[in-house]
């Protein structure tokens, strides 16, 4: 039966109560920065990303507090990063420098300097930022990167997966710790709302800068950001987006398990390079479709493959077996797809890298 209007409106004003008791949640206490920082407690050194806003200087206050607790604590190295794209970033970067001394925290700024582009600057931005913590981490001796990465992220972070038709693993968003270019990256604050964070530095009564671009409307993050009130009035909150993660996230793990023993599969079968076309078609289309994305990576020499281009090439692998098997012969196949060329000849699917696109274009080997 349909819902009563007294129905309704008690259903809408429990929705409206729980937001507003998640806009005013208690500060992050001594005890939990504990827990939060716990498994990371014998890493020789950690550089802490701090860029000035209030996660991030959250970020450096309680590792600071969990620091004292410690008999032997990793050294602590603050890093902020200018990227030289608003004028305010230099004043941040010194005001994070006079805290980190004050918490006698050692502070290092780098710049991204060069040419910036003229299109996808947050995602450069992204890249150079990791690219320049990574080497500030090696030069440090550090063994993992802390960046202030929150709840709220992870939710926006699956909302633009999703605009952009990712797979389960990219809709797992981001995890808890991560490997980049041979360093860990960890982020001790997914599972924590930003409310938390703020509400920890108002407690302590400590500045943070506020960085405009997260709310300009000419990129994405910031307009989907702006959507976010809305979901969350849906039941779509920043709590149900993260669980939903953090669920294919552990789907996306099971699937890794399956496609490994597909390929232990594929190998005692028919030991060789490449696969056995009939037991590679006969295996479900995830574990077919990672299977390529593995090889054409791994081999591949244009950066990683598109998602949707591997699922289309699963199909014309299925489409010309199908054709050949009606037609009761033995059939060739060829793409080349990132940097990678797939081919079937006598049964058997093959993947090596594809020669340099000059080279193709004359038509040399």
């Known amino acids: 039966m349909p819902k009563s209007d007294s129905s309704k409106s008690r259903s809408s004003k429990s929705r409206s109560s729980r937001i507003k008791s998640r806009l005013h949640e208690p500060p992050i206490t001594a005890a939990e920065a504990r827990g939060l920082f716990a498994e990371w407690k014998t890493a020789p050194a950690i550089v802490l990303a701090i860029s000035g806003g209030p996660d991030s200087v959250a970020l450096m206050w309680l590792a600071a507090r969990w620091r004292r607790t410690l008999k032997k604590a990793p050294h602590l190295v603050a890093v902020t990063v200018d990227h030289a794209l608003r004028k305010e970033a230099a004043r941040e970067a010194r005001d994070v420098k006079r805290l980190a001394k004050a918490l006698e925290i050692e502070h290092r700024t780098v710049r991204w300097s060069g040419a910036k582009p003229e299109t996808g600057v947050p995602s450069a931005a992204r890249d150079a930022r990791y690219r320049l913590l990574v080497r500030a981490a090696q030069r440090h001796g550090a063994s993992h990167i802390f960046t202030a990465h929150t709840r709220d992220d992870q939710a926006e972070t699956v909302i633009m997966r999703l605009s952009r038709g990712s797979g389960i693993a990219g809709l797992a968003a981001m995890a808890r710790q991560s490997d980049r270019e041979g360093m860990v990256l960890a982020r001790p604050f997914l599972d924590v709302p930003k409310s938390r964070l703020v509400a920890t530095l108002q407690k302590a009564g400590i500045a943070f800068a506020d960085d405009p671009t997260n709310r300009d409307p000419r990129f994405t993050r910031p307009r989907l950001r702006a959507l976010m009130p809305a979901l969350a009035a849906e039941g779509a909150d920043a709590r149900s987006l993260a669980r939903l993660a953090s669920r294919l996230a552990r789907a996306n793990a099971a699937l890794e398990i399956m496609t490994d023993g597909a390929l232990r599969y594929l190998a005692s079968i028919n030991p060789g390079s490449g696969f056995e076309l009939a037991a590679f078609i006969a295996l ?50 060829k793409q080349t797809l990132a940097g990678a060329v797939i081919s079937i000849d006598k049964g058997r699917i093959h993947i090596v890298p594809a020669p340099p696109r000059g080279r193709r274009r004359a038509g040399l080997p």
């Open 284 to 333: 479900s289309d995830e574990i077919r479709v990672r299977l390529l994305l593995r090889a054409i990576n791994r081999v591949g020499h244009e950066g990683p493959a598109e998602l949707g281009k591997v699922e289309a090439l699963v199909q014309a692998i299925d489409e010309a077996a199908a054709r050949a098997k009606n037609a009761g012969g033995r059939f060739r196949f």
